[in-house]
């Protein structure tokens, strides 16, 4: 039988991604006690890369806040991989989220309200987080956004 938060993501026809392999020499999840550290998650879908550029180049606020949002759907999938049951999620602490832009580009907060809005969908009040929205020069293979997590469970 489904969990509440699986429900909630049938209920709003989210898909979570396969939970990607690591690429190189980090784990995608690290599980302290009660709390779940991820590394950062891009925008792959079932290993299909996705929003490859730069915002305020080749992407608007609009496509950002997609990216951002497809990235965490990608921490999503890899908390659940971990720790098998969204439903022992107790709050999702800290979101992480860096946004490839050009120098000028200054709306990195709006590009990460995608992930932060997701996770207040999923997760309702224990979705509201902490959060750091950064702009970069680059990401691995000139994705749009990463994002990493910190959630605290039961």
Do not use: W
């Not at 690591?22 to 996705?50: D, I, L, M």
């Amino acid at each position: 039988m489904p969990g509440k938060i699986d429900s909630r993501l049938a209920e709003l026809k989210i898909e979570l991604p396969k939970a990607a392999a690591p690429v190189a020499n980090y784990v995608p999840v690290v599980v302290s006690g009660k709390t779940v550290y991820t590394s950062g998650q891009v925008t792959v879908f079932n290993g299909e890369f996705k929003y490859q550029g730069k915002l305020g180049k080749e992407f608007s606020v609009e496509d950002g806040q997609k990216a951002a949002r497809l990235c965490g759907l990608n921490v999503i999938a890899q908390v659940k991989a971990a720790i098998g049951d969204l439903d022992k999620v107790k709050r999702v602490l800290k979101l992480t989220c860096f946004v490839n832009s050009v120098s000028e580009f200054t709306d990195q907060p709006k590009v990460a309200n995608g992930v932060s809005d997701l996770m207040v969908e999923v997760f309702g009040d224990a979705g509201k987080h902490a959060r750091s929205a950064v702009g970069v020069n680059v990401l691995p293979l000139n994705v749009a956004c990463e994002v990493e997590a910190i959630f605290e469970i039961e």
